[in-house]
């Protein structure tokens, strides 16, 4: 799915439980962030999140926010890896508060991965999830997006806010009409995650995303105090 398509599936989505909560969501990744370069993501070894990184990245550079430009975190980087690419385990073992570790996992996750997004969650960072609503990993994640359950079941049947490809002479049972060629696109990107992924790599470079100095300063001043650190 390219840019285009995803800026329309994004206004297609405004007003809908779908659209509000992958702002929402992408808007807490970036204020909770408070670290430059504090962004991770991880996923299983098997179905490492590349994808949405790559598109994070993009729409922050776009958006000339370079603080906090994500960094995949892999299992097992391979020797000859770019430097973008060949972020290991070891970063996880850094990590602390401040920092955010966004774990993107479609399947039901392994025991594995779930130990070591408990150890980072120890450290203070902060866990986001885009998940397949598996309770564990709901229980280490401070915010999660469960795609299905945000999604309907049929498409253009009043779920959408405002008119799409509808021409404005066709009676009015026909206001929420939406391409067939778009529908198929929506339930394609759906069933991989795709969707929400793009939606969430949209809103995080919002201006409305940005927090203010001040209120960075309050929360990192808030999470040390609380942490028994001094401020």
Known sequence: ??????????????????????????????????????????????DEPWHLTAHL??????????DIRPALVR???????????????????DAGRGESLLVVAEQTPADTLLERIDDVRRRGTTIFSIDNGNKDLAGLSHESLVPEL???????TGWVTHPVGQDHDEPDHGRHAVPEETLTA??????GFEMTQHLVSLAVADEGAA?????RRRLRTFIERLSGEPA
């Open 75 to 93: 299992w097992a980087p391979p020797p000859d890896a770019p430097p973008h690419l060949s972020i290991g385990l070891d970063r996880l073992r």
């Open 150 to 156: 945000l999604v309907p079941n049929t498409f253009g």
């Open 186 to 191: 929506l339930r394609d990107a759906v069933a």
């Open 1 to 46: 799915m390219d840019l285009s398509k995803a800026s329309l599936l994004r206004e297609m989505l405004t007003g809908t439980e779908l659209g509000s909560r992958t702002t929402e969501f992408a808007y807490s990744l970036r204020r909770f962030t408070t670290r430059s370069g504090g962004l991770m993501l991880f996923g299983p070894p098997e």
């Open 57 to 66: 990245d993009d729409e922050l550079h776009r958006a000339g926010v370079e």
């Open 211 to 215: 927090p203010s100095a001040h209120w």
